[in-house]
């Protein structure tokens, strides 16, 4: 029984660092972006979700975003298809 206990909380610990290190891993790649910061990058992400909602998105939707302007949009779509 203490096996088990032990095997779930180091399962649930080792799922848990894995989420951050990925949430780590995407804010760093917006980061790159020119323009994009770390307020617009929060705002972003509230705004769409994920990377790949933003890839999807057109300049007036990314415009749209709080924090944002068409400069930083367009920047973004560039990076992302360029």
Known sequence: LVQRIRD???RFAITF???LR???DLHSVLLDVP???PKRMRELMKAF???ERM???DPEELS???GM???AAESLIRFFRG
């Open 35 to 37: 323009g994009i910061g």
């Open 17 to 19: 660092h894995r989420s």
């Open 64 to 66: 749209r975003v709080n």
């Open 8 to 10: 779930e909380a180091h």
């Open 22 to 24: 990925d949430k780590n």
């Open 69 to 71: 302007n068409h400069k």
């Open 55 to 57: 890839k999807q998105a």
């Open 49 to 51: 979700g994920s990377v």
